[in-house]
């Protein structure tokens, strides 16, 4: 059993940064491909980010290109999230995922572990 607990989330200014953490335990950190999700009031959860076992391929999905990196430093059981050019459309429940099997077309689909969320709210 995988535990997830993020970190990082706060109030910024539109054009910001802010950068998340999720520091996981209950598991071998390095067996498991890591994501970032995101949940904005009203709307459903979705994939923003993720990252191979040992981090040499990331995945992105368009809106968050050329301004979101995510990284895992398994030394330290870590994957974290660095969000530049925030917009106020980035505003939303950010949530740390962790799943045993492959990111296959650039998404994590159902991911067995989550955190709990952190709050990024991006004022314009």
């Known amino acids: 059993q995988v535990q997830l607990v993020e970190s990082g989330g706060g109030l910024v200014q539109a054009g910001g940064s802010l950068r998340l953490s999720c520091a996981a335990s209950?598991?071998?950190?390095?067996?498991?491909?890591m994501g970032w999700f995101r949940q904005a009031p009203g709307k459903e959860r979705e994939f923003a980010a993720g990252i191979s076992l040992r981090g040499g391929r990331k995945y992105y999905v368009d809106f968050v290109k050329g301004r979101f990196t995510i990284s895992r430093d398994n030394a330290k059981n870590t994957v974290y999230l660095q969000m530049n050019m925030l917009k106020s459309e980035d505003t939303a429940v950010y949530y740390c995922a962790a799943d045993p099997r492959p990111i296959y077309s650039g998404t994590m689909a159902l991911p067995d572990y989550w955190g709990q969320g952190t709050q990024v709210t991006v004022s314009s």
């Open positions: 209950g598991g071998t950190f390095s067996r498991y491909y």
